[in-house]
């Protein structure tokens, strides 16, 4: 065998390897940025479920005072709480893994859970609400009749 051709053997796989390295090390840093896309998307879902729900409760609390009003039970001043835009946006360092974008998920899917929890508890407070409201309807309408008598 002459030297180019043993060159030749030798060169072989170490193209292939510096390939296989090459590809490895670009899906790793294209995996590593779409990972950081996908957490940073779920940090601002997160952060707007946090001030969705701030809302929601602050609506909770109007509703519970209509209803003292409406029942002539003492009421106390709603504190409506302001985000500032510190607040909103957190600077929190979180890992770029899998794992975190799980933990985000999570996250996420019980904040859901939590509002559909609120909606039903708001709704019935506000069928409670309508109905006081009709029944002092209907006591208005019968008081008028009885002042025509």
Do not use: C, H
Request: without cysteine; charged residues 25%.
């Amino acid at each position: 065998m002459r030297k180019s051709d043993i060159l030749f053997y030798l060169l072989i796989p170490s193209l292939v390897a510096t390939s296989v390295f090459t590809g490895y090390t670009y899906r790793k840093v294209v995996e590593q940025e779409q990972l950081e896309e996908v957490i940073a998307w779920n940090t601002k879902q997160i952060q707007s479920l946090g001030v969705a729900a701030t809302i929601q409760s602050t609506n909770a609390e109007y509703i519970i005072q209509i209803l003292n009003v409406l029942e002539d039970r003492a009421d106390k001043p709603v504190e409506f709480t302001q985000l500032s835009q510190d607040q909103s946006e957190s600077k929190e360092e979180v890992l770029v893994t899998f794992e975190q974008v799980n933990k985000d998920q999570r996250e996420v899917d019980l904040g859901i859970r939590a509002f559909a929890s609120n909606e039903l508890f708001q709704a019935e407070a506000l069928d409670n609400v309508l109905s006081i409201l009709k029944g002092k309807q209907n006591e208005s309408v019968a008081f008028s009749f009885a002042l025509e008598d």
